[in-house]
């Protein structure tokens, strides 16, 4: 069973992933927060696999939250739940170790996927949010000529995932764009990170930014 705490300052989001989520047979919500304040510490207690947590609430914002829970002995993963204004926060919670990024009215088919991703190791990208997070990682300068030298290394094919990767393309998306089966897409993001020298898929998407492959 996969455990997840939702913490977030508007009761109807709450309700609303809550009851999405108590929908799959095999994730359980263990808790909820209203703010940010002791978050870190119902992480303690309840140990979950996966934390959805607002990127702004309350008095303590889900920055601060967020850096709680990764001081934390083997912290869960961290999806941000977010809007369109918040390039500010997204920079801070990429750099804090959030796993994945989500909208707070996101499809309750593809946030069951999500949370699976999450806790089986993976990175979370909402494809509506997708290049708002690649946008909020850059300083103004896209460092255009290092990233295209790491994306001379891949194959025709390697740029085309990677290109789907910055878009925020699950594999199985990926698959279908690209006709090809979900576990021939695994291998291929599997050697564009480890050609293109990013640790996950959000590097990958800002490598393909900054080397020309997402506008």
């Given at each position: 069973?996969?455990?997840?705490?939702?913490?977030?300052?508007?009761?109807?989001?709450?309700?609303?992933l809550?009851?999405?989520?108590?929908?799959?047979?095999?994730?359980?919500?263990?808790?909820?927060?209203?703010?940010?304040?002791?978050?870190?510490?119902?992480?303690?207690?309840?140990?979950?696999?996966?934390?959805?947590?607002?990127?702004?609430?309350?008095?303590?914002?889900?920055?601060?939250?967020?850096?709680?829970?990764?001081?934390?002995?083997d912290?869960p993963?961290?999806?941000?739940?977010?809007?369109?204004?918040?390039?500010?926060?997204?920079?801070?919670?990429?750099?804090?170790?959030?796993?994945?990024?989500?909208?707070?009215?996101?499809?309750?088919?593809?946030?069951?996927?999500?949370?699976?991703?999450?806790?089986?190791?993976?990175?979370?990208l909402?494809?509506?949010?997708?290049?708002?997070?690649?946008?909020?990682?850059?300083?103004?300068?896209?460092?255009?000529?290092?990233?295209?030298?790491?994306?001379?290394?891949?194959?025709?094919?390697?740029?085309?995932?990677?290109?789907?990767?910055?878009?925020?393309?699950?594999?199985?998306?990926?698959?279908?764009?690209?006709?090809?089966?979900e576990?021939?897409?695994?291998?291929?993001?599997?050697?564009?990170?480890?050609?293109?020298?990013?640790?996950?898929?959000?590097?990958a998407?800002?490598?393909?930014?900054?080397?020309?492959?997402?506008?």
């Amino acid at each position: 069973m996969l455990k997840v705490i939702v913490a977030d300052d508007e009761d109807l989001v709450r309700s609303s992933l809550r009851t999405i989520l108590s929908s799959a047979p095999d994730v359980e919500v263990v808790a909820e927060c209203a703010d940010g304040n002791g978050v870190a510490e119902v992480v303690r207690l309840h140990r979950p696999h996966v934390v959805l947590l607002d990127i702004r609430m309350g008095d303590t914002d889900g920055i601060t939250a967020l850096r709680a829970i990764t001081a934390l002995p083997d912290p869960p993963a961290v999806c941000m739940l977010t809007t369109f204004d918040m390039d500010d926060y997204v920079r801070r919670a990429l750099r804090l170790g959030a796993a994945g990024f989500l909208l707070k009215d996101v499809d309750p088919a593809y946030l069951i996927k999500a949370v699976h991703d999450l806790a089986s190791g993976g990175v979370v990208l909402d494809p509506t949010v997708a290049a708002r997070v690649v946008n909020a990682m850059t300083t103004g300068e896209r460092e255009a000529e290092p990233a295209r030298e790491r994306l001379a290394t891949l194959s025709d094919r390697e740029r085309e995932v990677v290109t789907l990767i910055g878009r925020g393309l699950s594999n199985a998306e990926i698959g279908r764009e690209l006709h090809l089966s979900e576990t021939t897409v695994k291998g291929y993001v599997s050697a564009v990170l480890g050609k293109i020298g990013a640790s996950n898929r959000v590097q990958a998407a800002l490598v393909a930014y900054r080397g020309g492959l997402i506008a």
